[in-house]
């Protein structure tokens, strides 16, 4: 064994963890070499005094320097990963058992959740100048306008058509059709009243608001 | 309390004489020591969830170490780093000459604390780590960047160099038993 090699067995030759082969070769070279002998014995009493320095103890005011600190910067400086909530949530196994999917289920939960939450945001509060109120109010009025005179003619219409083709059939027929046209009248103008009167009622609640703020 | 706190709590009461101790016999002053320790367990808080419970210790002596060598840069430490490489094979080399034997050696506290101030950086750090902190040699490796090998060989030199610097700077009466 050379002291080169020799150098690299030293730290496991002092701790006694060289194969007994080893060992037997480095004990050879020990004899041998009053060189790594000398050093050996020189490194074992440095390694025997370091193990006797005293454990120093941090002193209690750092650890309150630290906490305080901490409660200072507070969560904010812990930045936290959603790979990590979710690990905190529901632990590192499931994670890794449930995979992609576990994760793709939880996007759509996530995304369903989001898209809700925005669709009952409220309102933001914004400030208009009395025109401007002014103006919206008369626009909604001619909407509303607009809405009641489509709303009379397609009433009008109905009752045009549902006349004019009991004018043209036979009276026998006509006695026989009388109830089913009065049903079929009735039939058609309330869909067409209920759906105008739905569509008019926001810009009825529109106008009404806009009105008690002039 | 949130539970990142009292995760951070109960690692700060844990570790925190792992960090002081390498700190202090790293830089060998209390106050630097404590410097480095309050923003060593900081910089834990910062990385806290990035942190698996098992890498939190070697994280700790890993960081320690980097900012025990940044206060050594910016203090302008001169230790052995300084010599070059050949005069620290000639020191070593002198360990061997004739003089007083080490069984009549005995190295006070405060010789060897001065002492381990003296070594590179490297030789120091692995000394500290497994002579003082006892620490197993793979986490030495890990945190120090080396092969296995490597940091018995480092260990052996700077023990070796340590006991150098405790021959040059004894008093005879405090080196014969």
Not at chain 1, 144 to 159: D, F, K
Not at chain 2, 62 to 73: F, N, P, Q, S
Not at chain 2, 126 to 149: F, G, K, S
């Amino acid at each position: 064994m050379q002291c080169q090699t020799f150098e690299q067995y030293s730290v496991d030759y002092l701790e006694g963890t060289l194969s007994p082969r080893t060992m037997h070769d480095a004990d050879a070279h020990l004899q041998c070499c009053a060189h790594c002998r000398a050093l050996l014995a020189e490194a074992r009493m440095v390694s025997e005094a370091l193990r006797r320095l005293p454990q120093e103890s941090c002193p209690d005011h750092i650890v309150e320097q630290v906490m305080q600190q901490q409660a200072l910067r507070g969560a904010r400086s812990v930045r936290v990963s959603w790979s990590e909530r979710l690990s905190q949530w529901f632990g590192p196994v499931h994670i890794r058992r449930f995979g992609l999917a576990t994760v793709a289920v939880l996007l759509v939960v996530v995304t369903v959740w989001q898209y809700q939450r925005g669709q009952h945001r409220p309102v933001e509060t914004e400030t208009y100048s009395a025109a401007e109120v002014e103006q919206a109010k008369r626009e909604i009025e001619l909407t509303l306008a607009y809405l009641h005179r489509y709303m009379q003619q397609t009433s009008t219409a109905v009752e045009y058509q549902l006349a004019s083709t009991q004018t043209t059939l036979t009276e026998p027929v006509h006695t026989i059709l009388a109830e089913q046209i009065q049903s079929t009248q009735t039939a058609v103008r309330r869909p067409m009243q209920t759906l105008i009167t739905d569509a008019a009622a926001p810009f009825e609640a529109a106008a009404s608001y806009l009105g008690g703020k002039l | 309390m949130t539970m990142e706190t009292r995760r951070f709590k109960t690692l700060v009461h844990q570790h925190k004489d792992l960090v002081y101790n390498q700190a202090y016999y790293f830089t060998g002053n209390r106050e630097d020591a404590e410097d480095i320790t309050q923003d060593v367990l900081l910089k834990l808080w910062h990385h806290l969830n990035a942190l698996k419970r098992k890498a939190v210790k070697s994280w700790l002596v890993k960081v320690t170490r980097h900012a025990c060598i940044d206060h050594c840069r910016k203090t302008r430490e001169y230790s052995l780093s300084e010599f070059e490489p050949a005069q620290q094979q000639h020191m070593l080399n002198r360990l061997s000459d004739p003089g007083s034997t080490p069984e009549q050696m005995t190295i006070s506290n405060d010789v060897l604390r001065q002492a381990i101030q003296q070594l590179p950086p490297q030789f120091r750090s692995i000394v500290i780590m497994r002579e003082i902190q006892d620490l197993p040699y793979a986490l030495i490796a890990e945190t120090m960047e080396l092969p296995l090998n490597t940091v018995k060989v480092y260990l052996h030199r700077g023990r070796v160099m340590l006991a150098q610097y405790v021959k040059a700077n004894c008093e005879e009466p405090a080196l014969a038993r």
